[in-house]
């Protein structure tokens, strides 16, 4: 029983693609070292603080992610691209990803519980921005700004875990994550282009054509740089941040040459691989500016 269960258990984390939390993640710790900073990093129960975060961010994640897989999982079952997938193809049940989802939410609120009143009165909020994701592609396509949105809400939320309040500066880090999800995501449903235009799904590349979405991936992602930029001004950062932003848009440049209109063979790598790095690079190159910098300022 217990081995049967370790095996669902493992794909199922299999199937939300668990790794990639570490997209979001790394903005969202971002945004609760930068609530830390003006107080010098005396914040009470920091360590706790940041646990809960984390614990929070995946309980999120792989909540909005299974149930994703569940309402996507017929026209997954039809899309050439994700038939295999555990759901269409049997591998798990219905019933066990839904009792996944439970446990997830379950995860969440206690996190948020811990964390603060005010995290515990958003959650429901938090949770229905990302599962609103999962219907989008039905009606609108401006669903990749709906998915941007849901990761973006991250270091904002962590702002207020820290803090127990909002300060406007940070819904800059909110903006950029935003757009660069976006980007991103606009860049990956190019593979679906044929599919979305044959079931009547809403897509950016389906509604302005391939070359078309991918100079507005470009454009989101140059909006992304320009939010950093302004998010470095507004708390007076460092050169570290300034070389951050730098490299990320190195990173994105590559990104977008992997991709053209005519050869999406390179998509997995420009999605998965180069933005991974994009998340990783940028919270250690901020998190040491935020250590090493004077806090006094901001």
């Known amino acids: ?49 940041l646990f809960w975060i984390v614990v929070a961010m995946v309980g999120a994640r792989s909540a909005a992610m299974a149930f994703n897989r ?24 219905r019933r066990f990803a839904w009792g996944f989802v439970a446990a997830s939410c379950a995860l969440f609120f206690a996190s948020a519980a811990a964390l603060n009143p005010l995290c515990f009165m958003l959650a429901p909020l938090a949770l229905g921005v990302v599962f ?53 995501d606009v860049i990956y449903a190019c593979q679906d282009y044929e599919f979305d235009r044959r079931e009547g799904l809403y897509s950016i590349p389906r509604k302005f054509g391939l070359a078309a979405a991918l100079w507005l991936a470009r454009a989101f992602h140059a909006g992304m740089l320009a939010a950093l930029l302004w998010l470095v001004a507004s708390f007076r950062l460092g050169i570290l941040s300034i070389a951050a932003v730098g490299l990320v848009a190195a990173l994105l440049v590559y990104e977008h040459s992997l991709v053209k ?17 994009v998340s990783v690079l940028f919270f250690l190159f901020w998190a040491a500016d935020i250590f090493l910098v004077s806090r006094g300022g901001g």
Do not use: C
């Open 132 to 184: 609103l994701y999962s219907f989008t592609k039905r009606f609108t396509s401006l669903s990749h700004l709906v998915l941007g949105f849901a990761l973006g809400i991250a270091p904002s939320a962590a702002w207020i875990a820290i803090r127990g309040s909002l300060d406007t500066r940070i819904l800059w880090l909110t903006v950029a994550v935003t757009l660069w999800t976006a980007g991103f």
């Open 70 to 93: 569940l309402v996507d999982a017929e026209i997954d079952a039809r899309n050439p691209r994700t038939k295999d997938r555990h759901l269409p193809a049997g591998l798990l049940s």
């Open 261 to 277: 209109p005519d050869d999406l063979s390179r998509v997995d790598a420009a999605f998965f691989t180069v933005n991974g790095y």
């Open 1 to 49: 029983m217990i081995k049967k269960l370790g095996s669902r258990l493992r794909m199922t984390l299999q199937m939300i693609r668990f790794e990639h939390s570490v997209f979001a993640l790394p903005f969202a710790l971002t945004g609760a070292f930068l609530a830390t900073r003006e107080d010098a990093f005396h914040t009470p129960a920091l360590g706790w603080k």
